[in-house]
């Protein structure tokens, strides 16, 4: 059978970045239909008080990267999504360049799409879209969760959280795990502290 899968990422996230090389990884092992769609660290964490300064500017600039993916998406659709978040990702997390307007003129036109779209980066008019998206990830998750979400054949939950990318055979029996889980319905979490930082290379 044909698995349905939305993930939701935030251009920020190094976590989200990995996953989303293990999923079109997984997506050449397996049949699956798969759509990229926004979430944003920003909307998450706008009410909270208590975040340190460093990251609370990283989240004041987190919104130009969502703002022009869901610009792109009413423009072009969502295949165009799944192709500038990895336009913007390899930039950002792999050559460690930050977002500004030159990364996201330099994406755009790497997909032929109109350059003028990195407007959207610095337009607050984008953020209802923004939010929309964001909570169609989030809301069927619940709370104290973050980036990435897996929505697998109409189940949701955060994850899987992977420090290196799994390839081949490998990243499709971590798919059929991760689909095996969501289709118990009294499956709710998995976890073990972290002792390495994400990097998208292979296992």
């Not at 990283?58 to 969502?66: A, K, R």
């Not at 003129?105 to 209802?128: F, I, Y």
């Not at 069927?140 to 897996?150: A, E, L, N, Q, S």
């Amino acid at each position: 059978m044909t698995a349905t899968v939305d993930l939701y990422v935030d251009p920020l996230c190094p976590f989200a970045w990995v996953t989303s090389r293990w999923i079109l990884e997984a997506e050449a092992q397996r049949p699956m239909t798969l759509t990229f769609k926004v979430m944003s660290l920003s909307v998450l964490n706008e009410h909270k008080e208590d975040l340190p300064a460093g990251y609370r500017s990283m989240l004041d600039d987190g919104w130009g990267p969502v703002r022009l993916l869901v610009a792109t998406q009413e423009r072009y659709g969502d295949r165009a999504v799944r192709g500038l978040y990895s336009a913007l990702g390899r930039r950002h997390h792999d050559d460690h360049r930050p977002y500004d307007r030159d990364l996201f003129v330099e994406a755009l036109a790497e997909l032929g799409l109109d350059e003028a779209l990195a407007d959207a980066a610095e337009d607050p008019s984008w953020d209802t879209a923004v939010r929309a998206s964001h909570h169609r990830g989030m809301d069927p998750v619940g709370d104290d969760v973050g980036t990435p979400t897996f929505h697998v054949d109409g189940v949701a939950f955060f994850g899987p959280v992977l420090t290196r990318v799994p390839r081949g055979p490998q990243a499709g029996e971590l798919f059929d795990a991760a689909v095996t889980l969501a289709g118990f319905p009294h499956f709710f979490e998995l976890k073990r502290s972290r002792t390495e930082d994400p990097s998208a290379t292979a296992v």
